[in-house]
C-alpha cells in the first residue's frame, strides 16, 4: 500500500476548500480532518472543549493554537488517518504550521503538499454571506450561485436552511481579516519550503476540481505518494 500522505488545503474561508476536501477525500481513501467542522461539532456536543470555543467561533476569532493543537494531535491517533487525511482550515497561524511539521516528523510523515486556493476577496464576501445548507442532510446552497428551488428550503429533503452565525456579514468581514493577518503568512511559509500549490478557486466547482485532481496527478508521479 501506499505510505500515507499529508495534504494541507489552504485559502480564505469561502475559498470551496471544504467542498473540495470532501470529494478529494473520498475519491483518494484520506480523512477529511476540518479543525471548524470538530470545533462545531464539540459545541453541539456540549463538551468542555466546545464551551470553551463556543463564543471564540460566534465572534469569528481564531481559537488559541493550544487548543487547536491538542484536537489535532487526538484526531491523528485515529484509524481513518492511516492512509492519510486533508487538512481543511488547519493550520491557521505560523505556530501552527511549526509544530505540525515537529508532528508530522514525529509520526514519519514527509514534507506536507499545501494546496492554497485563491479567490477575489468580493468573490467571497457573495459566497460566504449568501451561504445557507441543510441542517440535516448538509447540502450546501448559495442565494446568489446556487439557489434552492424554493427559498429557505432543501431540495433533497424539504428542511429549513440555516445561516452558520459566522456566515452573517458582520462577522463574515472579521473572519476574513483574520485570514490575511494570520493565514496569509501561511502560504509564503510553504512557498519558501517548495511545497506549495496555488490553484484558481474562483471558477465553478469542477473545473476547481480538474485543477486540483492534474496538481495531485503530478504530486503522484513526481513521488508515487498519493
Ligand atoms: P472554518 O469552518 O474553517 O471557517 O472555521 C470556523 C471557525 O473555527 C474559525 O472562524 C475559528 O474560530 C475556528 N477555527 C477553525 N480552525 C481553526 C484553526 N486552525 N485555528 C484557530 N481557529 C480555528
Redesign the pocket.
Same mark, same amino acid.
Given at each position: 500500500m501506499a505510505p500515507s500522505r499529508a495534504l494541507i488545503f489552504l485559502g480564505p474561508?469561502g475559498a470551496g476548500k +471544504?467542498t473540495q476536501a470532501k470529494l478529494a477525500a473520498q475519491k483518494y481513501g484520506l480523512a477529511h480532518l %476540518? $479543525? +471548524?467542522?470538530? /470545533? =462545531?461539532d464539540a459545541i453541539r456536543r456540549g463538551t468542555p472543549l466546545g464551551k470553551k @470555543?463556543q463564543p471564540? *467561533?460566534a %465572534?469569528?476569532? *481564531? !481559537?488559541?493554537?493550544e487548543l !487547536?493543537m491538542g484536537m @489535532?494531535e487526538e484526531r491523528l491517533t485515529q484509524s481513518d488517518c492511516a492512509r492519510g487525511f486533508i487538512f481543511? +482550515? /488547519?493550520? =491557521? $497561524?505560523l505556530p501552527?504550521a511549526a509544530q505540525l511539521d515537529a508532528l508530522l516528523d514525529a509520526k514519519g510523515y514527509g514534507n506536507p503538499l499545501v494546496i492554497e486556493f485563491c479567490v477575489s476577496p468580493e468573490k467571497l464576501l457573495r459566497r460566504l454571506a449568501g451561504r445557507w445548507s441543510c441542517p440535516l442532510c448538509g447540502t450546501i446552497y448559495n442565494e446568489f450561485n446556487a439557489p434552492p428551488k424554493i427559498a429557505g428550503v432543501c431540495d433533497r429533503d424539504g428542511a429549513a436552511l440555516a445561516q452558520?452565525p459566522?456566515d452573517r456579514f458582520e462577522v463574515v468581514k472579521d =473572519?476574513l481579516a483574520?485570514y490575511e493577518r494570520q493565514t496569509l503568512p501561511l502560504s509564503d511559509y510553504y512557498r519558501r519550503r517548495g511545497v506549495l500549490e496555488v490553484i484558481d478557486a474562483g471558477q465553478a466547482v469542477e473545473e476547481v476540481g480538474r485543477q486540483l485532481d492534474s496538481v495531485l496527478r503530478c504530486a503522484d508521479g513526481a513521488d508515487g505518494r498519493l
Open positions: 474561508p +471544504g %476540518s $479543525t +471548524g467542522d470538530m /470545533f =462545531r @470555543v471564540i *467561533l %465572534s469569528g476569532a *481564531l !481559537v488559541p493554537d !487547536v @489535532v481543511d +482550515g /488547519f493550520p =491557521r $497561524t501552527q452558520r459566522d =473572519r483574520a
